[in-house]
């Protein structure tokens, strides 16, 4: 199975370990011949994945052929969780660009977590760098791609306009020139590889929509979302190649496309990718109400317990405020001669006051109580934690776990 572009983006003396470091003096000339050492294509994908990764709280070694390595990658699980939901956090549509990002008054965080990829709160918005293996036509073709028996492979085959130039033999400059490839397609059984591959698409998908100016692009550099070996022009003939992919069913245009066709684009990616933007606190309502993650819901927002306080504290101080302003105007109004004896007024006087002095102590009360809980329950969770983990990293010692 081919890959989705043709261009080798990343330039091979950054990118291929058959080539030596460039670091060497010039000046110093070897007497002996270097023998070529063949590489295979593991080898190639495994300079481009990083040092490391956590698989259950452990420190494991990537390799080329690990699946569930790259499940962690690309899979959004967790949003994935409330597809069905999702038209309540974001809207349908492609990301904006960096750039307006910065108008948004959002500043770019980065984040290796893929199903963080796109969701932004008050001030940020949270994007995982593009990986070097997504860059490399050999990932896609070896790793991830399909084999011609897979159960989830469909006849229907997609198809790639190029443009190409052939001025001897008298043809239009512009030669609409298809170029067909097989994609595996979504049936009723899908292997693991199709799944990560339209999660990978539409990985890549997205930044064809954050990275579309030359602004984009710096940005994109500046805050190391892009590897810094992938230049401009390489990167506009990458989303060229990404973008003109259409279904066989629609025939090529001898005309330059005016644009693409989204039903066409949208069946090559996860069903996460549909959407663009996600709103934090909006996942959070879902995971607490929907999931029944009340505590911690989709992220953290309380990483101390004073933060909660604060936070909770914050809005009882502006209701006090208010309560103050409603006392004094009901004290300004008793002492009127037309509301001095006004029955209704009394009686809603007397009660705002009993409230305005229940209310508040009521308040801090629950606040207590939501700290108890949080306590209590991030107390049990880390002992059992623990406990479990001594298992793991000490079985040979006792530490009284039972």
């Known amino acids: 199975m081919q890959a989705p572009f043709k261009i080798q983006v990343l330039e091979a003396s950054r990118q291929d370990p058959k080539i030596e470091s460039s670091s060497q003096d010039p000046k110093i000339e070897s007497p002996v011949e270097i023998p070529k050492i063949e590489y295979s294509v593991e080898d190639c994908i495994r300079t481009c994945l990083p040092s490391s990764y956590r698989r259950n709280d452990n420190i494991e070694l990537p ?200 039903s066409a684009i949208y069946s090559l990616m996860s069903d996460r990718y549909l959407y663009g933007e996600l709103r934090l606190s909006r996942l959070n309502k879902l995971y607490r109400i929907i999931l029944g993650q009340p505590l911690r819901g989709y992220m953290a927002g309380w990483t101390q317990y004073r933060n909660l306080f604060h936070e909770n504290f914050e809005w009882l101080a502006s209701a006090t405020v208010y309560i103050a302003i409603v006392l004094g105007a009901m004290q300004v109004g008793l002492a009127t001669d037309k509301l001095i004896d006004h029955t209704a007024f009394q009686a809603a006087s007397y009660g705002f006051t009993v409230f305005s002095i229940l209310g508040p102590l009521a308040a801090m009360a629950l606040i207590l109580v939501l700290f108890l809980v949080f306590f209590f329950a991030n107390w049990m969770a880390t002992r059992r934690y623990w406990m479990t983990r001594m298992r793991l990293v000490r079985p040979g010692l006792g530490h009284g776990v039972q």
């Not at 893929?114 to 593009?130: E, N, Q, S």
């Not at 512009?174 to 698409?201: I, P, Y």
């Open 63 to 262: 390799h080329p052929r690990d699946l569930d390595f790259f499940r962690q990658e690309l899979d959004p699980a967790r949003i994935t969780a409330v597809l069905d939901w999702l038209w309540v956090v974001g809207r349908p549509m492609p990301p904006r660009p960096l750039h307006h990002q910065l108008i948004l008054g959002r500043e770019i965080f980065i984040t290796e977590m893929v199903d963080m990829h796109l969701v932004w709160t008050t001030g940020r918005i949270f994007l995982k760098p593009v990986p070097r293996y997504l860059l490399d036509r050999t990932f896609w073709e070896s790793m991830i791609g399909c084999p011609p028996d897979c159960c989830c492979q469909k006849t229907t085959p997609l198809v790639r306009t190029l443009s190409t130039h052939d001025d001897s033999a008298g043809k239009s400059p512009s030669t609409s020139v298809t170029q067909q490839f097989q994609q595996g397609q979504q049936s009723a059984t899908e292997c693991e590889s199709s799944s990560l591959r339209k999660h990978a698409f539409g990985f890549l998908f997205s930044y064809s929509s954050l990275i579309q100016y030359e602004s984009d692009y710096d940005l994109a550099v500046e805050k190391k979302l892009l590897p810094s070996n992938v230049s401009w022009q390489g990167w506009r003939t990458l989303v060229s190649e990404l973008l003109s992919v259409k279904l066989h069913s629609q025939p090529p245009s001898p005309s330059p496309p005016t644009s693409t066709d989204p």
